[in-house]
Each structure stands twice: as structure tokens, then as C-alpha cells.
């Protein structure tokens, strides 16, 4: 069973501020997850990656395979970026069953 | 692209009542699954459809949890009877191939209270 570790839990920062959120996992993987929940809201994805470095706006999102390692960067945070964010992992499956294990979520505040 | 839907959002009931969700999502996607979210915690799966069949229960109380998943397409999630600790959100999300290869997408959720 995968463990998955995200750092820090809780997290306020000032508007503007680089925000890096980490996650480490146990067991390889075909896929890292990040996720997004606003209080009271749904989740949302932000990305998928098996390898390498995605970008979407502000967001980056890192993922170190042999060091079984992610990050979550957000540049020039917002207060709308004031969420949960949450890592997932899905596992190596020959019989298809890839169900997520999550982390345990950091909350974002951005102070404006 | 219209999003996953779930109903109802909300749902009190008593112990031992019996309760059901519905899961529609998005068109398409080969994938579906059904996670319980308890206050302050993440997410823990209870199964996985591929298409119309059970890929992974194994997590799911099966003495009182029951899912289908009719035609490959929408789905339903049963509880019968309900205990005090199943009050929790379920989810219901959808991937087009897989989460290991395509994102998820999930729905709002169901709220459940068990009195």
C-alpha cells in the first residue's frame, strides 16, 4: 500500500509570495495526481504527471520518479489560491485497478 | 464538456434506513469510481468500474455496500443499512482511460448523515 506524505499541512503566505508545496510517496507509480478543493467546493484537477515538469499559468508542477518525490509550485499567489491542495497517487496496475491513495491535503492561505 | 453529476447533494437519514447515490460521468470515459470522504480526512476509494465491470471492491463493505454500474455508463451506490460512521461525502469521479494515464474528474458529492 502507498503512503503518501504532502508537507507542509498548513500553510499562509502573503500575496505575491512563490508557494512550494512537496509530496512524497512509498511505492512506484504510473501517475501523481494534484488536486484542488475550495471549502465547501468540489475537486478539481490541476495536473497529471508520470514524469518531468507541466505548467498551466501559474501553477508548476514537478515530479522526480527515482526519488519518488513531487512539488507543487504557484507563482505570484492570489487569495483565490487560498485552497486545499492535495497529492494522489495511482499505482502500478496490470489488471487495470488504479484507484487513487491521497495525501492528507495542505491548507493554502494567501493573505491579500 | 458537461462535468460529473451526482445526486443527491444531501441526504439525512437514520441508522439502519437504506440510501442510494447516483453517479452520471462525463460521456465517455471508460472509468468510474466511488471514494468516501470522512470529515478531516482524504478520500478512500470503494470501487472501480471499467466500463460495466468491477475492476477493484476490495475496500468496499460488501455486508452492507453495494454498486453497479449499468450499460458502462451511469451508476449507483447503496447502502443498506446505514451505521452512524458511514456519515461521510461519497464522491463519484470519472477518467476517460484510467488515472493512471488520463486526469479525474469528480463530481460535487454526496453529503450523507447518518442519525
Known amino acids: 500500500k502507498n503512503e503518501v506524505e504532502q508537507s507542509p499541512q498548513n500553510l499562509t503566505a502573503q500575496e505575491g509570495e512563490f508557494i512550494t508545496i512537496n509530496c512524497s510517496y512509498s511505492?512506484?507509480?504510473?501517475?501523481l495526481h494534484w488536486l484542488q478543493q475550495h471549502p465547501g467546493g468540489g475537486i478539481v484537477s490541476l495536473f497529471m504527471l508520470s514524469s518531468g515538469k507541466k505548467k498551466h499559468g501559474r501553477l508548476i508542477a514537478t515530479i522526480n520518479i527515482q526519488e519518488k518525490h513531487s512539488s507543487l509550485h504557484i507563482t505570484a499567489s492570489h487569495p483565490r489560491d487560498s485552497a486545499v491542495y492535495i497529492c494522489?497517487?495511482?499505482?502500478?496496475?496490470?489488471?487495470?485497478?488504479?484507484?487513487?491513495?491521497f495525501g492528507k491535503g495542505t491548507h493554502l492561505i494567501i493573505q491579500p | 464538456e458537461a462535468g460529473v453529476a451526482q445526486s443527491p447533494r444531501y441526504k439525512i437519514i437514520e441508522k439502519r434506513q437504506s440510501v442510494a447515490f447516483w453517479c452520471n460521468p462525463i460521456?465517455?470515459?471508460?472509468?468510474l469510481y466511488w471514494y468516501q470522504q470522512i470529515l478531516g480526512q482524504g478520500p478512500k476509494l470503494l470501487i472501480q468500474?471499467?466500463?460495466?465491470?468491477?475492476?477493484?471492491d476490495s475496500q468496499l463493505p460488501k455486508d452492507r455496500f453495494s454498486a453497479e454500474r449499468l450499460k458502462g455508463v451511469d451508476s449507483t451506490l447503496k447502502i443498506q443499512p446505514a451505521k452512524l460512521e458511514d456519515s461521510a461525502v461519497y464522491l463519484c469521479?470519472?477518467?476517460?482511460?484510467?488515472?493512471?494515464?488520463?486526469?479525474?474528474?469528480f463530481g460535487q458529492g454526496t453529503r450523507l448523515t447518518v442519525v
Open positions: 468500474f471499467q466500463n460495466n465491470g468491477v475492476v477493484d
Open positions: 460521456s465517455g470515459h471508460a472509468t
Open positions: 469521479a470519472s477518467s476517460l482511460y484510467g488515472l493512471g494515464a488520463t486526469e479525474a474528474f
Open positions: 511505492v512506484g507509480i504510473s501517475a
Open positions: 494522489a497517487v495511482a499505482p502500478y496496475s496490470g489488471g487495470g485497478a488504479d484507484g487513487l491513495t
